[in-house]
């Protein structure tokens, strides 16, 4: 469901070169401190908190821009980071994939992925390398997904979407499990969805043109595409059976996790700080800030996304049920336990 996010500003005419310039920006822009990756090496030892220092001080984090990491631009922002002796470089990245891949090849030390995405990656290893839950990152909450459709379209209920086209960002992804589980829910049947994988930014044109029927989107594009093009929410996916179902986490290899203990505990003492205050009134809005700072979203929208949960813990059993949806729809083909991911928070 993360996928790079961005918008123009509201108010204007909805301009599709916009919407996609602001996207690209998004996509290739490095965060905060620049895009130059530092290597594999550790790097001189810094005192972080506990009066302890970490094994590597210069660190890089692969991400998706998108709501989800809002909190991680706040750690860096604010200095949490920093305050654990590390210096952290956030470099973005087009998918989920592409962070993973970053993590594996040494690249990035952690990585933002969403769990689908996680959970495909470990068995295509098949335990010839494995990766770590160091960190929750997001939780789903009611309006930050939708599936719509254009201003006067006919198709008003989730019943009326069967045997349509319905855009996804990807398929085997928390976007199209959405859609399924929330079609299901009204008694339609999933499999005659016609599925079209594109990217947020291309698909309210063809929204408007009759190319696809209707198209599921996260915020801020939710945001973004009501106030511009008028689009009406058939319904929202991630509510019901699947309000609160983790979305996205922080990865590491498990390498990494046992050559650099002290690393991966000042990396989850600073998230878990940022995540702390971001459910706070003002971290709220400090979040919201950080859309306009480093995502591309208009400063007159970012008020008005709705953000998702940001976790403090990483519970096995509410993670497990991301493995189990994706089984149920048969994105895998097996049980697959998620607890042994999952590395306990130190400190």
């Not at 990152?137 to 349509?164: F, I, M, N, Q, Y």
């Not at 050559?259 to 003002?282: G, L, S, Y």
């Not at 971290?283 to 998702?308: R, S």
């Amino acid at each position: 469901m993360s996928d790079p996010h961005a918008g123009p500003t509201v108010g204007r005419p909805w301009s599709r070169r916009l919407f996609l310039s602001a996207t690209a920006a998004a996509a290739v822009a490095a965060v905060d401190s620049g895009c130059s990756l530092l290597g594999g090496s550790s790097t001189a030892n810094v005192q972080a908190a506990g009066n302890t220092t970490v094994e590597k001080s210069k660190i890089n984090v692969s991400l998706i821009p998108c709501t989800d990491v809002g909190p991680l631009w706040l750690a860096k922002k604010n200095g949490y980071f920093a305050a654990e002796g590390l210096d952290v470089t956030l470099v973005n990245k087009p998918s989920g994939p592409d962070v993973i891949n970053s993590v594996f090849g040494g690249d990035a030390d952690f990585g933002f992925a969403t769990y689908p995405a996680l959970v495909q990656a470990q068995l295509k290893t098949k335990g010839k390398a494995n990766l770590r839950v160091v960190a929750d990152a997001s939780a789903a909450k009611p309006d930050t997904t939708a599936v719509v459709v254009k201003k006067g379209s006919p198709l008003t209920r989730a019943e009326d979407l069967k045997g349509k086209r319905i855009a996804v960002t990807a398929r085997g992804t928390m976007a199209d499990l959405a859609v399924m589980a929330g079609l299901r829910a009204a008694k339609v049947d999933w499999s005659t969805v016609e599925w079209k994988q594109i990217g947020f930014a291309d698909m309210l044109p063809k929204l408007e043109s009759g190319e696809i029927d209707a198209a599921f989107y996260a915020e801020p594009y939710v945001t973004i595409a009501q106030t511009q093009a008028g689009v009406t929410t058939v319904f929202q996916p991630l509510t019901g059976a699947l309000d609160g179902i983790p979305l996205s986490c922080y990865l590491a290899t498990e390498q990494v996790a046992k050559e650099r203990p002290k690393m991966v505990a000042a990396f989850q003492r600073a998230i878990r700080r940022a995540q702390t205050e971001a459910a706070t009134q003002q971290g709220d809005a400090e979040v919201k800030q950080t859309m306009v700072d480093n995502a591309n979203v208009a400063p007159d929208i970012a008020p008005v996304i709705h953000l998702p949960s940001y976790p403090i813990s990483a519970d096995p059993t509410r993670l497990q049920r991301v493995p189990d949806l994706m089984q149920q729809f048969g994105v895998i083909g097996q049980k697959f336990d998620i607890k042994p991911m999952i590395l306990p928070e130190q400190g």
